[in-house]
């Protein structure tokens, strides 16, 4: 694969390729042949060395002699307090001083499709501390350790979990999800889930759904219920009095003399009504190319969670969801997990995503019972300068997707893109805003920018 | 929370009996209380103080990211807390056997709180009460100024770690006679060094001169040595006259500062805050010796539960059961640092020693292993020696003292480093260091240190704030700077800057990046000045 991605190099060599961006190409084709596979969490972890990072002030006696438990922290009694904590932030605001309320842990990947929303109001307290994590070389990171090993001996490894974003092989984020947000984004799930719904929803292969139930008076009932329907009440009582011989002259009716039952009586009785609902089809696209080391995934990523936990929060089973990372080749990924975790390395191709969702959407025969949304998240790098395979595929997609959502986290290199270029000069963002939409953000952004591109993208 | 029952007291009351024959010395009076989750989760924030004030930043979980209990280093789940009569907390299901464990533990603890020098402060009045009372102040504060209340307590408590404590002691402990008059202090503090700048050859003379007259004339003495003060420096009395009043004072710390000095605190409207900033400080500087006591506590109430434990005739047959629960506690860790562990075996280490007479300028004069090794003068002084050392020192000087290369041959300490490999994407530990200065640098980088953050009036010009960091090879964390200062802003009334250093990476050599250590580049540093102007934070180079 290598070998092939050379000779594509030379092509474009020949075909004229400034220095700058070859150098590039280069570097990404080193670390092309890497692996992309998320870090393996399922390596055991020598319990010796499972204190290592601890600090000497982390344990306490009630923990460590009476051997009691953490107090676990209930979700419930959190969530009780939240909206008045967010309150006062708010107040804070208002008076003049920064938030201080994160919500916390929107989501926990878990492997197969269960993903989690836990929310925890968390905060910091700032002060003037010294900053460990600055040390002068070759100091820091020891701990301390007994045993009978000569100096230099290795004496136990640890699977690399967080801090690593070594060059080339750097995983798209760490940790195990703990994604800590902004409470704007908090306040953002809330408003987005209250106002807004997935752009141009069409119906269109309405399944019924299990979760979702209307309650409406619609069955009736004789002799008891709610609400008295008048009208069909007096049908009856009609009815029953033409049968008495009450009524002997249409012309002239004494309603005085009409006997009226019980079982006359009609009403109106609430009752559960299964719902239907529009589907959705979303699909995720990520450029986990070598070039996307560091913060530009990360950024990508975090808009793709948020995107992602909202989703789950707003429609539950019912938006379905599909994750396709691409460098040179695209394949797609069976959860958010594989999706979020995955390392970079490798050229980039952007067209192969495209591609990949066109052949899905074919296959399944998607376009018929759903409205397809893709969210596609890159640094705007594509050895396709041009855009000659990336835009006919975009522009099939556009024919039958409800929106496409282009996030691009530039390196801030000063000229623009090849993504942004050739999109622009396609004019297919002018000519169907509705359905194409790109948000570009350097690599600096931060949360609220994020939430921003995310208006951007689904308003 | 509810009291211990009757008999589980009665053992408290008889480990009380044998802990006193040991030589620990506590007040007669404790409380010991059952608690829950429940409890447990409502007092840990609170650092088991159920009296401490309330305050919003403890219903939210702060944040448990990166380094928490290096910024933070407070347990929250201690059992014993240091009031009058001190306070300890159990769950409600521990056997006999573990209670009396954990009885000698916090016994060992009590002791320490009682007898340790760096505690002396909070010896003479009950945290409790004292608390109890703040928390009502700051109860009453709340119900007429609102959420106000809440962000003094908040800008207070973002300085509460600059609080000069050892200053407090220093108070503490100078002797009466060590005061001298006004005139004195300004003659050799001020006008020799300051405006005279005489050599010290010449204010040693000087010191011996007064001294002299002090032995020769006794209470005339000072006259007459200013007599001849006078003569050789005719201007000194008008100096003095001039800075009467002024008096150099004492070095404060950032709270006491702004309580003192700060016109916005002074107005009327204002004053209110702070009795706030005082109740911050005053807690504070209640816990301070406890953070800078870890090892050294826990060690000592380590060693004496077990000591005591093994002695105690009451619960025969459960050595099995305490010996697996201690090993719990006390091991040595492959790899990390538990101060129960460490503290205990330093504890037995220095008994040991001083036994032997090897805490003596004789042993340590000795170069020949073997001779070290025979070294024995059987003193019998180790257990006495173990209390002073419980009686005088903190961590760093602990530590500083008595980790020897004998204490890490002992028990095969070593540093541990731990490194990237790429290929296979795991941390490797491996032995870094098996010298005994190695593992101290290693253990005193992990101590509490706060930042030493001084105001300095020289620079203080129009009514703004000038806050100097004293550079100790460390940056502050960045991210955090902007807010602690809108707070002392807010606190003080007008524009506040301070100087720092801050840390510049070159990238790593090319040299660097094939060793197997983890890349790390030079650093470079640099002096930066923060300003804080009405909420806006600028910075500038130096």
Redesign the interface.
């Known amino acids: 694969m290598k070998n092939d991605l050379l000779t594509y190099l030379e092509k474009l060599k020949e075909s004229g390729l400034d220095t700058d961006l070859e150098a590039r190409l280069q570097k990404e084709l080193v670390s092309s042949g890497k692996c992309h596979e998320p ?1 393996n969490r399922d ?1 055991p972890c020598d319990p ?2 499972a ?23 209930y979700g419930t009694g ?1 969530a009780k ?1 939240l909206d008045e ?1 967010l309150e ?1 932030d708010r ?1 804070r605001e208002q ?4 938030r ?3 919500v ?1 842990k929107l989501i926990k990947p878990g492997r197969g499709r269960k993903g989690k929303i836990v929310v ?15 040390r ?25 979990r967080e ?2 974003g ?1 060059d080339g ?1 750097g995983p798209g984020e760490g940790g195990g999800g703990n994604h ?1 947000m902004e409470s704007s984004a908090y306040d953002l799930g809330k408003t987005l889930s209250e106002k807004f719904q997935l752009p141009n929803l069409k119906d269109k292969g309405k399944k019924r759904s299990f979760t979702r139930y209307t309650y409406d008076l619609t069955d009736k009932n004789r002799g008891f219920g709610q609400v008295l329907d008048k009208k069909a009440t007096l049908r009856k009582i009609v009815e029953t009095n033409i049968a008495l011989g009450n009524l002997p002259d249409v012309s002239e009716i004494d309603t005085s003399q009409f006997l009226i039952s019980p079982h006359d009586k009609v009403y109106r009785v609430l009752s559960r009504e299964k719902d239907y609902e529009p589907q959705a089809m979303l699909f995720f696209l990520r450029d986990y190319s070598g070039s996307m080391v560091g913060k530009v995934t990360d950024l990508v990523v975090s808009q793709h969670v948020m995107i992602y936990s909202w989703l789950l929060y707003q429609y539950g089973g019912q938006a379905e969801t599909r994750f396709i990372l691409h460098d040179t080749e695209a394949r797609e990924v069976p959860d958010f997990y594989t999706y979020y975790n995955s390392r970079v390395a490798g050229g980039t191709q952007v067209s192969s995503a495209y591609k990949l969702v066109n052949e899905i959407v074919e296959r399944e025969n998607l376009t018929k019972d759903y409205n397809i949304y893709v969210f596609q998240g890159t640094d705007g790098d594509d050895w396709d300068e041009s855009g000659s395979k990336a835009l006919p595929e975009l522009e099939k997609i556009l024919t039958y997707a409800s929106r496409v959502g282009v996030t691009i986290a530039e390196h801030g290199q000063g000229e623009t893109t090849t993504v942004v270029r050739y999109l622009n000069s396609s004019g297919l963002l002018k000519k169907m805003p509705e359905l194409l939409r790109m948000d570009v953000m350097q690599k600096d952004a931060d949360e609220t920018r994020l939430i921003e591109g995310i208006k951007k993208l689904i308003s | 929370m509810e009291l211990i029952n009757q008999h589980t007291k009665r053992i408290m009351e008889g480990c009380k009996e044998r802990a006193r024959l040991a030589g620990l010395s506590f007040t007669d009076e404790s409380l010991e209380y059952i608690v829950t ?2 409890d ?2 409502e007092l ?1 924030p609170k650092v088991m103080i159920p009296t401490l004030y309330d305050y ?2 403890h ?9 928490k ?12 807390i240091n009031t009058r009569p001190p306070i300890s ?3 409600d299901n ?1 056997p006999d056997w ?1 209670n009396v ?2 009885f000698y ?2 016994l060992g ?1 009590i002791d320490f709180f009682q007898n340790n020098l760096y505690f002396r402060h909070t010896w003479d009045y009950d945290f409790t009460g004292q608390a109890l009372s703040d928390k009502r102040v700051i109860a009453k504060l709340r119900a007429e100024k609102g ?2 209340v809440d ?1 003094v307590i ?1 800008f207070a ?6 609080v000069d404590f050892h200053g407090e002691l220093a108070d503490l402990f100078t002797p009466p006679e060590a005061d001298c008059s006004a005139r004195l202090n300004y003659y050799f503090d001020v006008f020799l060094q300051a405006e005279k700048k005489i050599p010290v050859s010449e204010y040693i003379k000087e010191v011996n001169r007064y001294n002299d007259c002090k032995k020769a004339y006794g209470e005339l003495g000072e006259k007459t040595f200013f007599a001849e003060a006078e003569r050789r420096y005719p201007e000194l009395e008008a100096h003095f006259a001039r800075t009467a009043g002024t008096h150099p004072a004492p070095k404060k710390d950032l709270l006491r500062y702004l309580l003192d000095k700060s016109e916005f605190l002074a107005k009327d409207e204002n004053i209110w805050m702070r009795s706030i900033l005082e109740i911050v400080r005053k807690t504070s500087i209640f816990f301070q010796p406890q ?1 800078r006591t ?2 050294l506590n ?1 060690g000592w ?1 380590s060693y004496w539960h077990e000591a005591l434990f093994l002695q105690d005739d009451r619960i025969k047959g459960h050595e099995v059961d305490f010996a697996r ?1 201690h090993a ?2 006390t091991s ?9 562990a ?1 503290g205990m075996r330093l504890f037995e280490h220095v008994g040991e020693q001083a036994d032997k007479g090897r805490i003596s300028f004789e042993f340590q004069r000795l170069k020949n292993a073997s001779e070290r090794n025979q070294f024995d003068n059987d003193t019998g002084a180790g257990k006495n020696f173990i209390f002073k050392v419980r009686e005088n020192l903190s961590d760093y000087l602990f530590l500083k003292n008595y980790l020897d290369q004998d204490f890490i041959d002992k ?8 490194r ?3 290929q ?11 010298k005994a200065q190695d ?1 101290q ?3 005193q ?7 030493v ?1 001084s105001v300095d009036e020289k620079r203080c010009f129009d009514g703004n704030l000038y806050l100097m ?1 004293k550079f ?13 200062m ?1 707070g002392i802003e807010y606190l003080w009334g007008a524009p506040v800057h301070l100087e720092t250093s801050e ?1 510049h990476m070159l990238p790593a050599t090319a040299t ?1 990046a094939n060793t197997d ?2 890349p ?4 470079t540093w640099k002096r930066v000045i923060y300003s804080m102007n009405g ?1 806006v934070l600028s910075r500038s180079e130096i």
């Open positions: 870090p390596m010796a060395l204190v290592a990072g601890q600090s000497l002030y982390s344990s306490g006696d009630m923990l460590v002699l009476s051997q009691a438990s953490k107090p676990y922290l959190l307090s904590l006062r107040l008076d003049g001083f920064p201080k309320i994160q916390g925890v109001p968390t905060t910091v307290e700032e002060k003037f501390f010294h900053d460990p994590t600055i002068p070389p070759g100091e820091g990171g020891n701990s301390g350790g007994t045993g009978d090993e000569k100096e230099g001996e290795v004496i136990g490894e640890q699977p690399v801090d690593d070594q092989s800590e | 989750n429940r447990l989760l840990s919003w930043v219903d939210v979980e702060v944040l448990r990211e990166r380094g209990y290096e910024l933070y280093p407070n347990n929250p789940y201690e059992t014993v907390f159990y769950n521990n573990l464990m954990i533990h916090v603890h959420r106000w962000y908040e408590r973002s300085i509460d770690n600059l953070i870890k090892i826990e109430a629960v719990g506690v040595m860790p492959r790899v990390g640092m538990n101060p129960y460490l028990h095969k300490l070593f540093v541990a480093g731990k990237l490999d790429k296979r994407m795991v941390w490797q530990y491996y032995v870094k260091s098996r593992y640098q290693m253990i980088d992990t101590l509490y240190h706060p930042p953050i960091h100790e090879g460390k940056q502050l964390v960045q991210e955090y700077i902007a807010n602690t809108v840390a660097s250590e983890a790390e580049g030079e650093i909420k």
